[in-house]
């Protein structure tokens, strides 16, 4: 089992950056593929980005494509996702997520609001 804690959110203005961190503990953090996620008030869970084991694989959602990287540290069991140009409608909850490749297995974390002003 993986525990990962997000960590970098906070209030920015519109066209601002951040970037969120999401450290997971375990050795196995390399055979997971990491994701992003985020949750708005009243609004389901939405995918934001991914990256393969790697690293050498990144998919974005429509929303966030151009303004957002999603990179990792396996040696520092670490993903993150920077983005920039930030927007009103980023404002969420976002959330950090590990997923087995045969997807049998998947882990949260607790967590990091993010509010972009206008």
């Known amino acids: 089992q993986v525990q990962l804690v997000e960590s970098g959110g906070g209030l920015v203005q519109a066209g601002g950056s951040l970037r969120l961190s999401c450290t997971a503990s375990?050795?196995?953090?390399?055979?997971?593929?990491m994701g992003w996620f985020r949750q708005s008030p009243g609004k389901e869970r939405e995918y934001v980005a991914s990256?393969?084991?790697?690293?050498?694989?990144?998919v974005y959602a429509d929303s966030v494509k151009g303004r957002s990287t999603i990179s990792r540290d396996n040696a520092k069991n670490t993903v993150y996702l920077h983005m920039d140009s930030l927007k009103p409608e980023d404002t969420a909850v976002y959330y950090c997520?590990?997923?087995?490749?045969?997807?049998?297995?998947?882990?949260w974390g607790q967590g990091t609001q993010v509010t972009v002003s206008s």
């Open positions: 375990g050795r196995t953090f390399s055979t997971y593929v």
């Open positions: 997520n590990a997923r087995s490749p045969s997807g049998d297995y998947s882990a």
């Open positions: 990256i393969s084991q790697s690293g050498a694989r990144t």
